[in-house]
Every structure is written in structure tokens, then in C-alpha cells.
């Protein structure tokens, strides 16, 4: 029975070492594949013929929900603007802000091949992050690189007004919305009402989670921010934090670009073994070559250093105060404050307000 035990044992472990090595044989010919340029499924907006994408009649939807969105349009009401004109995705379902949301950060339009090393990017969404390599494709790009990066540079402006869980589509009944926090725990101050006054409040006090009450009238917290951004556009002086965004939007270029370097020496090896043919070798080292200058220039761009104009800055808070002080809407009073503002903290014992500006 021993023995019995130990050959079922060892054949459980020599199942398990086989599924793993075909795991990453798998992985590494999936790899392989993006390397080429090559894609491993079919994308909206292309069909898939002969491991080649080529774009279809849903290209121009894919131009239109880029054009959209880089306008100014929400990723919600594009959706909706797609469904009332009988849209249905590939699987016979309506649009939604995810299918609009993956459509804008997928770099197939762009002719990239995007490859995710632990197979989640789509599914958490995390579309840049670590795991994330992206190669050249062979297939023709339905968007041109500027409609591209304009998107890009809107979904990150969108990103650092609204951080995960602030959704945007709520709506604005007040200019602080979203802006004013508790120095005690740090939870939004949410507006409430009694009687014909509006108030401010800690959202955690009244859940009971926090216990110091930074009950505010809303006209007396307004008054006191239009003055504050008054002082620091007199005094040239902004409390200018780094804006948090998530952390895993970095990609780590260095790494990238030392797996092709080292991928360039595999192909000389191979070539000095006689693996590989001179042609061969030529026709990978150029590919590889070229993957490399390509992260390179990423990892360049990832890194610029834009310098603080403070001049500069100080006219665009003056600007947003003038436009805070006007007829507008509480919703555009808003937006407009979140173009400068990270955050208010409400401080209750010496019953100030800071500003945390962001550039």
C-alpha cells in the first residue's frame, strides 16, 4: 500500500510539473506571437484572417467613440448614444462605459499588440501597468497617434478630477462636491439640509465612524474658499501637492528594456551557434532593435519634467476664481475647481481651510 501510495503521489507531481511546463510553454508562445506583431484573438473593429487584423465596417465606430470621447463627450453617453443607434457588441450586447472604457486604451487602433504576462490587464482594467508589454503589429492602425494621445492625456485629466470611486456622473448639487475632506479621518464632507439651510458634514460622522463633528454651513465654507484662492493668487503662494494616481499606471521601461536586451543576445548566441541564419539574425535583431527605441522613447516620455510656471499658474486660479464667483452652474463651478484643486482639508479646531493645488 506504501508503495502504491508513493507511485500515485509521484504521478500526481509529474502531472502537476507537466501543467506548469505547459502553462509556460503556452505563455511563452503567446509571447512569441505579440513579439511578431501578430495577435492572438480577433479585436472589435478588425476581423481576423490569416493571423492578420484587418479592419471592418466597425472601424468607424471604433473613429467615432475616440473623436467622441477626445470632444469632450463622457464615456456613459457615448454608450448610450451607441445603443439608441441599435449598436450591439460582438457577443449581441449593448454597449456599456466598460466597453467604452476598453475601447479607449487599447492600443490595437493605434497598430500596437498589447500582451499582458499574468493575463489580467482587461479584467482589472489595470491596462498600463507592469505586466503590460506592447509591440508593433503588422496590421493597419484605425486612428492616427495624436487622436490617440489626446484620449490618453483626457482619460488622465479624468483620473487625477476624479479618483477611483469619485464617479463623475453623480450629480453636482454644490461647487465643493467631492472636494472638501475631515482633517480627523479624512472622508468627504458630504452636504446636508435642515430647515432652508445647507450644511456640510463628515461622511463618516454620520455613519459613526468618526467621532468629531465638522458641521459647516455651506454659504460660510464657500465664502471662505473664494477668499483663500484670493489670498494665494495675492501672495503667489499654492500648496502644490503631487496628484494621486494610481500606482500601478507606471510602467517599470528599465525592465522592459532590459528583457529585449537581453532577448538581442539570445539571437546573437543563436546566430554564433549556427541556430539562426545571418538573415535571421538580421531580420531579429532589427525587430528587437526597434521594441527597444520604442520603450526607450516611452520610458523618455514617462519621465519629462514639465517646469512649474508660477506666473502661469497664478493666472489660471485667478481665472477659476472669477468663474466661481459668476451665474454658472454649481456642475461647472466644479469642474472648474477640480482643474486646480486636489483637495480642501476643513481643519475644525482652528476652524481653517487648507488648499492642496495641483499642476
Known amino acids: 500500500n506504501e508503495f502504491g501510495e508513493l507511485i500515485e503521489r509521484i504521478i500526481e507531481w509529474d502531472e502537476a510539473h507537466y501543467m506548469t511546463r505547459l502553462s509556460q510553454e503556452v505563455k511563452r508562445g503567446m509571447l512569441d506571437t505579440a513579439s511578431r506583431g501578430e495577435p492572438m484573438s480577433r479585436q472589435f473593429g478588425y476581423d481576423l484572417r490569416n493571423k492578420q487584423l484587418i479592419p471592418n465596417a ?17 464615456m456613459s453617453l457615448i454608450a448610450r448614444n451607441l445603443n439608441a443607434s441599435g449598436f450591439r457588441t460582438v457577443r449581441g450586447n449593448p454597449a456599456d462605459n466598460r466597453f467604452v472604457e476598453y475601447v479607449l486604451n487599447n492600443p490595437v487602433y493605434i497598430g500596437k499588440i498589447r500582451y499582458s504576462k499574468d493575463g489580467r490587464a482587461s479584467s482589472v482594467r ?15 492602425p484605425i486612428i492616427d497617434q495624436s487622436l490617440w494621445d489626446a484620449a490618453q492625456a483626457r482619460i488622465n485629466d479624468l483620473k487625477r478630477k476624479y479618483p477611483r470611486y469619485h464617479r463623475q456622473q453623480q450629480p453636482v448639487d454644490f461647487m465643493l462636491k467631492g472636494l472638501m475632506r475631515c482633517d480627523t479621518c479624512g472622508a468627504t464632507l458630504c452636504m446636508q439640509s435642515s430647515g432652508s439651510v445647507n450644511y456640510i458634514q463628515c461622511h463618516n460622522y454620520n455613519r459613526g465612524k468618526c467621532n468629531v463633528s465638522h458641521c459647516l454651513s455651506l454659504n460660510v465654507a464657500n465664502r471662505e474658499v473664494i477668499a483663500a484662492l484670493q489670498r494665494a493668487v495675492v501672495n503667489m503662494d499654492f500648496n502644490i501637492t503631487p496628484h494621486e494616481i494610481e500606482h500601478n499606471d507606471k510602467t517599470d521601461y528599465d525592465r522592459l528594456i532590459h528583457a529585449e536586451e537581453r532577448k538581442l543576445q539570445k539571437a546573437k548566441e543563436a546566430y554564433l551557434a549556427d541556430v539562426d541564419t545571418l538573415e535571421e539574425y538580421q531580420s531579429n535583431k532589427a525587430k528587437i532593435q526597434k521594441s527597444i527605441d520604442s520603450l526607450i522613447a516611452e520610458r523618455d516620455k514617462q519621465q519629462e519634467i514639465k517646469p512649474f510656471d508660477i506666473n502661469a499658474f497664478s493666472r489660471k486660479v485667478e481665472s477659476v476664481l472669477r468663474f466661481i464667483q459668476s451665474d454658472a452652474s454649481e456642475q461647472a463651478k466644479n469642474e472648474a475647481l477640480r482643474s486646480i484643486l486636489h483637495k480642501i482639508v476643513y481643519q475644525k479646531a482652528p476652524k481653517t481651510l487648507i488648499l492642496f493645488f495641483y499642476v
Do not use: M, P, W
Open 126 to 140: 489595470n491596462y498600463h501597468g507592469e505586466n503590460v508589454v506592447l509591440f508593433d503589429g503588422k496590421h493597419e
Open 58 to 74: 466597425d472601424a468607424e465606430i471604433v473613429r467615432r467613440i475616440f473623436q467622441d470621447f477626445v470632444s469632450g463627450t463622457g
